[in-house]
């Protein structure tokens, strides 16, 4: 039967073809363009038989929009934009908003299959604003259908999915137009595809969590080990730096100077230089060392500068008669400020040790 129907277009045609050239170019266009939508086959056969010299400058931008249609409902793929932009060109200067709004749709098919994505995009847009002003809903959702297509394309499922719910609302204005029971079963239709696409949609996005979360999981491991590296590296500097600042206090001058008088007595009658600087140094080195100063002064705030260098001559071992008179104290007067440094200041009365001891302790 589909070959007898061509048959009899194609006869039909020949009878016109004795017909004046513009009406047969005129009939074979609005032949074709009746049956592009149901029989795309016959109408692309009844315009490969209009000559193409025959046509005025409105005939063939039709006859261009016609043979851009029938390539984009055959899927076959555009590989030219020249037909489709002869078009474009003369509706935008003379067609109605309908017309353009169909140049401009399949304008854009034919980018979006050139891989030209913004121009593409441009177009679909322009197409359905000319679509809504035209109230014609039908055209509308075509578009906004392909138009998802083409978001998918790129991987623009948000956009897509908007095109989609647009196609849908589209559909629902049809109902005071067209057979109730045809508008809701395309209805019913075009929500499965929004809730395909849809479902498709929080798919990816899941498949896109779990792939980051992946990679999430990786660099938490690459850090884990990386901290672990640097905590051994910060161990092993620690230790060099301990090993270090104790190589400069042992090598220290005031330390040695310290420590030579615990070779004097009582009774000598030499005596030692120890100048500010010296006690200055002293509490310094033993603070950077042994933190000595900070811990003392954490026991008793109460603890004045001469107490804290009593400490630190006591923290090297020197006794009350070998550094009395560079306090300028008396030996009985520094035993019995050591006392109270040990009682009254650090609390430490029933404490069996010495304060020489609870020093080096520190």
């Known amino acids: 039967m589909s070959n007898l129907r061509i048959l009899l277009y194609v006869f039909v045609l020949s009878l016109v073809a004795c017909h004046p050239e513009g009406t047969n170019v005129k009939q074979g266009l609005d032949k074709a363009a009746q049956l592009i939508e149901q029989d795309p086959d016959t109408a692309s056969i009844i315009l490969e038989t209009i000559q193409m010299n025959q046509m005025n400058e409105a005939q063939l931008a039709e006859y261009n929009l016609l043979c851009t249609q029938f390539n984009e409902d055959k899927n076959i793929p555009h590989s030219s934009d020249n037909q489709i932009r002869q078009a474009v060109s003369y509706y ?7 017309q353009k709004s169909r140049a401009y749709y399949y304008l854009a098919c ?4 050139l891989n030209k994505e913004k121009d593409a995009e441009i177009h679909f847009k322009k197409a359905i604003k000319l679509a809504v002003q035209t109230e014609e809903y039908e055209q509308m959702t075509k578009i906004c259908k392909r138009c998802s297509l083409y978001y998918q394309k790129y991987g623009n499922f948000d956009e897509a999915l908007e095109m989609e719910r647009k196609a849908y609302a589209s559909q629902l204005m049809l109902i005071d137009s067209k057979d109730r029971s045809t508008v809701i079963l395309s209805s019913a239709l075009g929500l499965f595809g929004v809730m395909s696409l ?12 779990r792939s980051q979360l992946d990679i999430f999981k990786e660099e938490i491991q690459k850090k884990g ?3 672990d590296k640097l905590a051994l590296q910060c161990n092993y500097l620690e230790e060099k730096y301990q090993s270090l600042q104790q190589h400069i206090y ?3 001058p005031v330390v040695t100077k310290v420590r030579q008088l615990k070779e004097r007595t009582a ?3 030499k005596t030692s230089s120890f100048s500010e600087k010296d006690w200055t140094e002293l509490l310094r080195l033993q603070e950077s060392v042994y933190g000595v100063v900070s811990k003392l002064k954490e026991l008793s705030p109460k603890l004045t500068e001469e107490d804290l260098r009593v400490c630190a001559f006591l923290r090297e071992g020197v006794q009350p008669a070998c550094f009395a008179d560079l306090m300028k104290l008396s ?7 050591i006392s109270r440094i040990k009682t009254e200041k650090l609390m ?3 404490s069996k040790e010495s304060l020489e001891e609870i020093v080096k302790s520190l």
């Not at 935008?92 to 309908?98: K, L, M, S, V």
């Not at 030996?331 to 400020?337: F, G, K, N, S, W």
């Open 331 to 337: 030996v009985e007067t520094l035993t019995r400020r």
């Open 267 to 269: 009774l000598s009658s």
């Open 348 to 350: 430490l009365v029933n």
């Open 92 to 98: 935008e200067q003379y067609g109605d908003e309908y």
């Open 225 to 227: 080990n990386e901290s």
């Open 198 to 209: 849809l479902l498709g949609l929080l798919w990816k996005k899941h498949l896109s969590v």
């Open 250 to 252: 042992e090598d220290s």
């Open 110 to 113: 034919v980018e979006s299959d």
